[in-house]
């Protein structure tokens, strides 16, 4: 496996981790206390920076740090859209497309013309 996909994946995962630390509670633990809704959301997060970490590690050996927060915001928008729609029974807004698309100019910019850092 690749450095870039060993990375994406890990980064696929720390994202799922990190959205449902950071949202989750407002569905499932909305009637606790804040302070149980936050440790709860501490341990996911554990699991996200389980990966996370790695990740980065790992794929600055071939990405530059700007195009490791760019792919990051990606996966994390990519992810975002259904986790808002199907978990959270957000309204899918035509919003999400106009972001995606700024986020598509922004991956083509951070990578065209680059092999790497």
């Given amino acids: 496996m690749s ?3 060993k990375t994406i994946l890990m980064l696929l995962i720390s994202n799922f981790f990190m959205l449902t630390a950071w949202y989750f509670h ?7 206390p804040w302070y149980i809704a936050s440790f709860f959301s501490w ?3 554990a699991l996200e920076y389980s990966m996370h970490i790695p990740a980065n590690r790992i794929g600055s050996t071939v990405l530059s740090l ?7 915001v990606g ?20 919003d999400y ?5 700024c986020l598509v100019g922004a991956t083509y910019f951070i990578f065209r013309g680059a092999g790497g850092s």
């Fill in 3 to 5: 450095v870039l996909t």
């Fill in 26 to 32: 407002l569905k499932q633990w909305s009637d606790r």
């Fill in 43 to 45: 341990c996911i997060a």
């Fill in 66 to 72: 700007a195009q490791l927060q760019v792919l990051q």
């Fill in 75 to 94: 996966i994390s928008l990519l992810l975002f859209i259904p986790f808002a729609v199907f978990i959270m029974k957000s309204p899918l807004k035509i």
């Fill in 97 to 101: 497309l106009w972001a995606a698309l």
